[in-house]
């Protein structure tokens, strides 16, 4: 049978197909791709009568009918054993494919006899090359070089045959790599190793049977064997995924999430028993819970020291065959437990590339095998990627409840400071005194008393239809508005005094420019509204966003991702009111209206970082009396503004002690920051600082601006650019009384 009729006959659809009538190289003492093996004449003739008797076309036409039956490596493999044991009349054949990159020895097979548990083993270089170069046999112990081979063949024979006699090892090389193809990676050119028991003086016999056997197979046998790698890996990532589902399902509680990374490293390595350590603040190994149990004694391990430690501190996994005869095993708690450690696998366990080794994770005794081998090693390391993910989220979710529970502490805390008497409620319904007129714009509200301003607050409320329209009871609006008049601080101007000022502007607007009448704002935007001026400086300390962000303030490290620190701590404040149950005037609002309320106290609170203002400008310029209805977002933000800058359209007598009163305030910062070596900006210097240009400034760009828009929008307030005039040329002669007296 020729070449060209071989290859039809054993044509693979494989990426090997092409090269199989080529001999494969059969590294012995005999190879016939390298010159320095030739034989000589005498042997050649001999060679070739033996060829001839091998290579019968039944028995060819048999093997290669058989192998085209199937794509099952294992079935591949119990094929091509069979028929070298028919030529060789060998005790036992077995065929050890070499897996890329690393060369790790696959023995699945033994003649006929599919292993319960396939063995994995690496294959050094030097075994290659003793066995290829050498020519030695492996003996049962007998060769005077024997190497890490003869540990695993025997073992695997022993177990399937029940004795372990004389190995010949023939390697074959890889067809691809002959070639110059280097499809497959790997550290050497060695595809498969051959073991047949034998007799030393049949190796030319057995190495011509091989020659004839993988020249029709070698490129069928090395696709299946990739193809069921693959299929293995597969698998693996498969397996992994439901891991970490499960894993992932169990980080709201740290201990279970820890049982269940011991059951599962367990299952994926069929280990006897997993003990897992966490690093702690010490930097030492700490354990409660050993193989699923909890234990009433912590252990505790040093960095470095025992199998553990030494992971945990390099970071590198350990395989130990026999724990007993390995340096770092401590055999104490074998002892006391009466436990017996044959093998071990120890892995460490990362929580990023920043946070480096965060725990360890042991397991002991491989129960289907000796002990580990590489793919137990393989996906050990894959595992602990997950685990180190699923612990890190765990570690990080305990934290968040931690800080959730302190957060929910102190604001219990500060309710319970907040607290209004009941004495307080009863007096503030009772009291029957006549009220100011207090719904015109005219009306001054830093005028009057605190208790009057609570009063006019609680009157507001009704004024404008909102206790009936939103079911709110008079008690409890009196508690709410008691309890926000406590939540500011005694600054010299974020204070209650400017809340209620706020407020009142926001009654004032609502209440004569007919907003809810003339259906520009719904009353549900329109209570929104009302509640945002009392709320809008909730907890004000008296420091601007910038210096929050600038010194790191505890504000700022919560809020200054999202922007806008004090305003979202105003709302944060005012939302914690609004859920207590003493103070919750919003519990007769459905869920949906309660969501939308909540929607536009947010936005009209965020809106007053005048940051957010100037965000929004050009498109609050584009507002007049014609399309406000279709833009009520962008009035509810301008008409919020006006509300925070009221003070600056109101009496001259006014507007001077407010300024007053805000410099106090910017001062006081400045003089901080002079102390935190900072520079303060000019309005926060006292040294630098002239009140009179800096007001005229902060008229002409913001004041007048804003004012102008809400006039072209509402033409009954031009009379605050009227006041807006007269306040701006008292701050001009100011500035010129003061030129004057400098002169003199």
């Not at 063949?153 to 691809?176: D, R």
């Not at 939540?487 to 974020?494: A, K, S």
Request: glycine letters at 4%.
């Amino acid at each position: 049978m020729s070449v060209s009729e071989q290859k039809k006959i054993s044509g693979s659809s494989s990426s090997y197909s092409e090269f199989e009538a080529e001999t494969p190289t059969v590294l012995t003492t005999i190879n016939f791709n390298n010159q320095d093996n030739e034989a000589d004449d005498d042997d050649d003739e001999k060679l070739n009568k033996k060829i001839n008797m091998i290579s019968e076309p039944s028995k060819i036409l048999e093997l290669i009918e058989n192998l085209s039956s199937t794509t099952n490596s294992i079935e591949l493999q119990i094929i091509i054993n069979n028929h070298i044991k028919r030529l060789t009349n060998a005790l036992y054949v077995f065929l050890v494919p070499l897996l890329p990159p690393n060369d790790e020895g696959l023995v699945q097979v033994i003649n006929d006899k599919v292993l319960d548990k396939e063995i994995r083993f690496l294959v050094s270089s030097s075994d290659i090359r003793q066995i290829s170069l050498k020519n030695e046999t492996l003996n049962n112990g007998t060769c005077e070089n024997k190497n890490e081979l003869e540990k695993h063949f025997s073992q695997v024979v022993e177990g399937v045959v029940g004795t372990y006699t004389n190995t010949l090892i023939y390697c074959i090389k890889n067809p691809l790599l002959v070639h110059g193809m280097h499809k497959i990676k790997s550290k050497s050119t060695i595809a498969l190793l051959v073991c047949i028991a034998g007799d030393e003086t049949q190796r030319k016999n057995y190495e011509l049977c091989i020659q004839e056997t993988f020249k029709y197979s070698i490129g069928h046998l090395l696709t299946s064997v990739e193809l069921f790698e693959e299929k293995r890996v597969r698998g693996q990532c498969q397996n992994l995924l439901r891991v970490a589902k499960h894993l992932l399902g169990k980080i709201g509680d740290l201990g279970e999430l820890l049982k269940g990374v011991m059951q599962e490293a367990k299952n994926i390595t069929n280990a006897e028993r997993c003990s897992l350590f966490l690093i702690d603040d010490n930097g030492e190994l700490v354990s409660k819970v050993f193989d699923g149990n909890d234990s009433s004694e912590e252990v505790r391990i040093e960095m470095g020291k025992g199998i553990a430690g030494y992971v945990a501190q390099t970071g590198k996994l350990l395989n130990i065959r026999n724990a007993y005869n390995h340096p770092l095993f401590y055999k104490g708690v074998d002892e006391a437990t009466g436990f017996k450690t044959n093998s071990l696998l120890c892995f460490p366990i990362c929580g990023g590339p920043d946070e480096g080794v965060i725990g360890v994770a042991q397991l002991c005794n491989k129960l289907d095998g000796n002990h580990f081998d590489k793919c137990d090693e393989e996906t050990a390391t894959a595992f602990s990627v997950y685990c180190g993910i699923s612990i890190m989220h765990a570690l990080v979710h305990r934290q968040v409840q931690k800080a959730e529970a302190r957060y929910k502490l102190s604001q219990e805390l500060l309710l319970y400071h907040m607290k209004v008497p009941d004495v307080d409620i009863q007096s503030l319904l009772n009291d029957t005194t006549p009220l100011p007129n207090f719904s015109s714009f005219n009306f001054c509200p830093r005028s009057v008393d605190d208790h009057t301003s609570i009063r006019i607050s609680l009157k507001m409320f009704e004024n404008l239809n909102f206790c009936k329209r939103f079911h709110i009871r008079r008690p409890k609006l009196a508690r709410f508005i008691l309890t926000v008049e406590k939540g500011y601080r005694d600054t010299p101007y974020h204070n209650w005094h400017h809340a209620f000022s706020v407020a009142h502007f926001a009654y004032c607007l609502l209440y004569n420019l007919k907003l809810m009448e003339r259906d520009i704002l719904s009353p549900l935007q329109a209570l929104s509204f009302l509640v945002a001026g009392f709320c809008h400086d909730l907890d004000h300390r008296g420091m601007s966003n910038s210096y929050m962000a600038q010194t790191g303030s505890p504000l700022a490290r919560l809020y200054s991702s999202e922007g806008s620190v004090n305003e979202r701590h105003h709302l944060s404040q005012a939302i914690c009111i609004l859920n207590d149950s003493s103070s919750k005037i919003l519990d007769g609002l459905t869920t949906e209206e309660f969501k939308e309320c909540i929607d536009y106290l947010r936005d009209l609170i965020l809106d007053t970082d005048l940051a957010n203002h100037f965000r929004k400008l050009n498109d609050i310029k584009k507002l007049n009396s014609d399309n406000v209805k279709e833009n009520q977002e962008l009035l509810m933000s301008l008409l919020i503004t006006c509300c925070d800058l009221n003070d600056q359209v109101k009496s001259w007598e006014t507007v001077h002690n407010v300024a007053e009163l805000v410099y106090a305030e910017f001062f006081a910062q400045g003089d901080l920051e002079k102390q935190m070596g900072l520079r303060p900006e000019i309005m926060n210097d006292r040294q630098k600082a002239c009140i009179p240009r800096l007001q005229i400034e902060f008229l002409d760009s913001v004041i007048t601006p804003t004012f102008e828009i809400l006039a072209q929008i509402f033409p009954e307030t031009n009379a605050f650019l009227d006041q807006i005039t007269i306040n701006r040329n008292h701050w001009e002669q100011l500035i010129t009384k003061d030129e004057h007296n400098s002169m003199e």
